[in-house]
Each structure stands twice: as C-alpha cells, then as structure tokens.
C-alpha cells in the first residue's frame, strides 16, 4: 500500500522541516495507456517501469495501445472494462510532431466512442520527447480527459534521456509521488476535516510573498479637490475588492508566513529604459531602491503568488512594470527551485495568452507553477482552488518539488544560453551565473554521442546491415535503460 512515508524513504531524502504532509493509505489501481507504437521497447514504458521499482504498492497494468490500435478498433471491450476498473489512467507516451502519435490519438476517440464509465477517475500523463513542442500534446490529452471527466493530476515531461541519470531518475519518483499526494488530496477534497487535509495549520512551511496591484481606498479629502478623480478612484476600488477577497483567503489558507507587497505603494521612478546599466553588475540607473526592494522583499520568499484582476488581456500596466524592472537580474533565474502561483479575478478560459504567459514565464524561471486559482469571471470565490493552492505550495516548499521542463522552460533557456554566451563581454553577471550554473550545455560538447552517431549511421548506410539491424533498433536503444531497471530492482 501506498503511504508518504514509504515514498520519502524510499523515494527522496527527508524533506524540509516544518510540516508534516499527512496521507490517507490507499491502494491505486493505475492503467497505464502506453501509446508508443514500439511497444514493450518504448522508451517513454521504462519511466512508468522504474517507478513500478519503487512503489510496490501501485498496481501498473499496462495496455500497449501505440502498438496494438487495430486490435482495439475491432473490439474495444477488453478496454472498456479495463478502463472501468482503473482509479488512475496514466497517459504513457511519445510526443509526436506536436501531439501524441497518431495510434494513442484514435484510441482517445474509441475511449469516448466507448461509452466508458470513467468520469471522475484521475488521470496523469509521463512523456518523454526531445521537449520540442511537447506542451501542445500535453494541452491535447488535458482537453481530452476533461471532455471524459477525468480530474488531471500532472504531467512529467520528460527527454527522453533523462531517466539514464540520477536527476532524472529523481523526477520520475518525486513526480509520483507528487502524484499520489495529490490523488489523496482530491479525494479528500470535500471530506471537511479528513485526516488528509494536510498541511497542519499552525506550523509554518515558510515565508510567502504575494505581490499584487491594489487601488487604495481613496481618501475623502479628494472628493472636494476632484470630484471625477475621486469617482474614479472608488471604482477602481471596487473592481479590486473581489481579488482582495481571494488574497484574505488565500492568506487564511496558506500555513506560510505571508506578506502583502502591494505595488502601487513603491515609489517606481519609470519602466525599464533598456540602457544596459546593469549588465555588469545589476545595479539599475533609477536610484529608487528598486534592486533592494525587489532582491530583500521579494526574492528571499520561499513561495511567490502573483495577484492580479484581468485588465486589458493583461496582469496589468503595474505588474508589467515590475516584470521589466527585474531585467536589473539580467536573465539569470534567480529563483529558481521556489514554486510560483497565481491568484487571478477574471475569466482565464478567455485568455489562452495569459495562460501561457504564467506558464512559460514559470518555466523559463525554473519555478514549479503550483497553481492558478481564478474567480472565473464569476463574483463567488473559487474556496476549492485556493485552498488547493495553498497546499501544493506548501508541499512544493516542503519537498523542494522541482519537475523536469518543458517546451517552454527547455527552449526559452536554449535561446538565452546562445545569447549570453555571445554576448558575455558585456552580460557579465548573466555569464558567470550561466557558467556557475552549468547553463553552458552546448550540443557540440557530446563529442561522444555524435562519435555514436556517426557509427549508427555509418551502419544504417550499408542495405545489408540495414535489414539486419533495421528492426532491432528499439531494442538496441533500450540497452542503456535496462541496465538503469536493473539496477532499480537491486535497490528496490
Ligand atoms: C514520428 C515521430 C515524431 C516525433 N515528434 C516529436 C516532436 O514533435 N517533439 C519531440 O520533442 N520529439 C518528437 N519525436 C521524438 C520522440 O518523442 C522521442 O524519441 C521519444 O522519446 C520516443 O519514445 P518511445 O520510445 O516511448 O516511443 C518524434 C519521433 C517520431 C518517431
């Protein structure tokens, strides 16, 4: 059986102190949709396979859907039944020019054609790729598990060398557990009171920093001076109150040390100029306190929500100014590993450029984006979302939960890294943080796997080697992580 406490022995070393994150013992039943047309040689199996290695208690069974969609287009009820029995349906495959592969996309159809009774099950999605455009098929199986009601958990995404090393190794078990952690939640969800509904709310996990855009109240004494002012002043009041709504609760929630750091009171001489003062050693030319504001208040925080009221398909001219200012950091992440969120008053599901915006912006900075609690454009608070927030940060704080990157994260980072290589006489502070961090991974340093390469290829050129070996490619590329299993299975 499932607990947290078997996962932390033998999953991760000890968390931060401070809480302790509680959990309900449950068996999990998982059907792991293996969607790669290789089969039991997919590359993207080994992952759900060494995860197997450390949670006993999970029961993975495994439909080879990539490889066998014909035999499921003739008769889908082997299927059906599996579906219906499962309590988690794990998504397993290869991205596949911006989605899954065309044998996984006709079983989703056949899964809805079906008739399955699977609305309410949770689901969870493990791909591997080269991360080039992963995000697209992940947003694909997410769209299609919300049409099936299927509540989704996460996604780990993946390269699909990662699990030959020990950080990515490490991803996988903490995705999973993750995972499990957050099954209980949800099931919790609901059951006030429940022993699940973790963290304790008298112990810290830490310091949290919400920064936000608020209207002041206005003052009285302008109503004389200025009449359409103060009228003005009270309406953008108004408009603001429902975020201060989802701020108090979140604050009620949260068993962090929260601060409230409300933009409109710092004294911002302007908006970034662009004049490269603080290439060299990111000190801003405004002499307005914004670098010791920004580095003393903000980026000390464990756990950072942005709080904002939907304005002109924006978070606003304010935050704006804030994002832009943060180039006295040059492109260096220098938060990254503490989890972000978002408290958002307006309709996000109008706002695909936002969403991606928050995500991306999460992903380049290396910040686990724990979550986005919207009003919804509806005037109710969203009680589930924000309480739901509050924990994951809590949890993400507590485990230094770190998944591996995306599209996003993967390719924005990869444009930086050509920049400040180049430019890295005059970015001065950004080459030493990308040199120090190991930023610096050109491609033309593997001389080993192009050396490889080259031999395969060499190999491929010959027709009769070709047959020979033509067929036995997947399983030759295998090798290195079978070796990886096997040692999983000493240890496990
Ligand atoms: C037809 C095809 C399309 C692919 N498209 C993408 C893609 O769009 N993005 C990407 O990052 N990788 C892409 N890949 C690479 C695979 O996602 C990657 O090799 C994966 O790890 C294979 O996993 P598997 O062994 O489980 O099938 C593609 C591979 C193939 C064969």
Known sequence: MFTQETADAQAKPEGRPGISIKHKEKDMKILVLNGSPTGENSITLQTV??????????????????????????????????????DLILFCYPVYTFLVPAQLHRFIELMKESGAEIAGKFA????????????????????????????????LSADMEDLLHEKGQKEALDFWRFVMWSADQEAAAGHAGSPAADPEPDAWVGKLVIVTDLAPEPDESLRAADEAAYEKALLDHAADMPLRGMIRAFRAEAPFKTKVVNLREFPFKG???????????????????????LRKKIQRADAIVYAYRVKDHSMGYRMKLFDDRQFCNGHRTVTMGRPVGYLVDGDLSAEPNLQMLMEARAQVGGNFLAGIASTGGAEALPAGQIE??????????????????????????????????QMQGLMKEDHRFYKAHGFYDFPQKRAGRMLAMYLVGGMMGSKTLQKKIGGKMTEGMLLPYRKVLEKARRKG
């Open 271 to 293: 908006g970034c100029l662009g004049c490269f003062h603080c290439a060299s050693d990111g000190t801003c030319i405004y002499q307005d306190g914004f670098d010791e504001f």
């Open 49 to 86: 396979n060494y995860i197997g290695e450390f949670f006993p208690d999970c029961t993975f069974d495994v439909l080879h859907v990539g490889a066998r969609i014909r035999l499921y287009e003739n008769d889908f009820s082997e299927a059906k039944a599996a579906l219906e029995a499962a």
């Open 124 to 155: 969870a999605q493990i791909t591997t790729s080269l991360h080039f455009y992963d995000v697209t098929a992940h947003r694909f199986i997410e769209g299609n598990c919300a049409d099936m009601g299927l509540r989704s958990l996460g996604v």
């Open 388 to 421: 739901r927030l509050a924990r994951t940060l809590a949890y993400a704080v507590k485990y230094e939960y770190q998944p591996p990157k995306n599209f996003y994260g993967v390719g924005g980072l990869k444009i930086f890294r050509d920049l400040i290589w």
